[in-house]
């Protein structure tokens, strides 16, 4: 299955400021995923927006969609040091297949 | 929450040896769990779907008599990776779904080293 592309693939920040990364994806949806993954560890699920919502919070977490350019973006307000981890976008597909995005490697330095 | 444990977390084995890899739901009943495959600071490709009682669905490319999955009960699948290979040395990493309202909970993958 086509993967979804995530831009960018590395982001650096420092501790506070605000990180922005965008998903990409090919086909109708009918919700999109967001998971962060620690280095060496499992996926964990941060959000799920569904294909008629264009917005979405969660704490510190911002989801945007935009079916109409098939995008995606998640944004981490005020991040920390332990926001350090991979994120990556998900849409489920036939059998219910999660098809991912390439990844954004984000670092938060203090 | 929806809870995935997944065993052993890391494994070294020697090539031609086989390995079997244990996915269990602790909390809900899965019907149909996903194996993927991580290569280093690269994205999880999946491998094949885990359909409790039948056989599995494998993706384009997955040598299914390599990587046996067995789906036996409604809270264990596993991935049994046989004759190993270096090349087959990964992250694998399984999932489930605890309802259709719900993201996908996963398992804390296993690293595979073949030597």
């Known amino acids: 299955s086509q993967q979804g592309e995530e831009d960018p693939q590395a982001l650096s920040i420092q501790e506070g400021e605000n990180a922005t990364m965008n998903c990409s994806y090919k086909?109708?949806?009918?919700?999109l995923q967001w998971y962060r993954q620690n280095s060496g560890r499992g996926l964990v699920h941060l959000i799920l927006?569904?294909?008629?919502?264009r917005e979405k919070h969660s704490g510190r977490l911002r989801v945007t969609l935009d079916t109409s350019k098939k995008s995606s973006s998640l944004l981490i307000t005020a991040s920390r040091a332990a926001d350090t981890a991979s994120y990556f976008c998900?849409?489920?597909?036939?059998?219910?297949?999660?098809?991912f995005g390439t990844g954004t490697q984000l670092k938060v330095e203090l | 929450g929806a809870v995935v444990s997944q065993h052993p977390s890391w494994v070294i084995c020697k090539s031609g040896t086989s390995v079997k890899i244990e996915c269990r739901s602790l909390?809900?009943?899965?019907?149909?769990m996903f194996w993927y495959r991580q290569f280093p600071k690269q994205s999880l490709m999946l491998m094949a779907t885990?359909?409790?009682?039948?056989?599995?669905?494998?993706e384009q490319g997955v040598e299914k008599d390599k990587f046996l999955i067995n789906h036996a009960s409604l809270t264990l699948s596993t991935l049994t990776v046989t004759s190993a290979h270096p090349e087959d040395s990964s992250f694998y990493i399984c999932?489930?779904?605890?309802?259709?309202?719900?993201?996908?909970?996963f398992g804390s993958g296993t690293r595979l080293t073949v030597v």
């Open positions: 999932s489930a779904r605890a309802g259709t309202d719900y993201g996908y909970t």
């Open positions: 909390d809900f009943q899965a019907t149909t």
């Open positions: 885990s359909n409790e009682g039948s056989k599995a669905t494998y």
């Open positions: 927006i569904r294909s008629n919502e």
């Open positions: 086909t109708s949806i009918n919700n």
């Open positions: 998900a849409t489920p597909g036939g059998g219910n297949k999660l098809t």
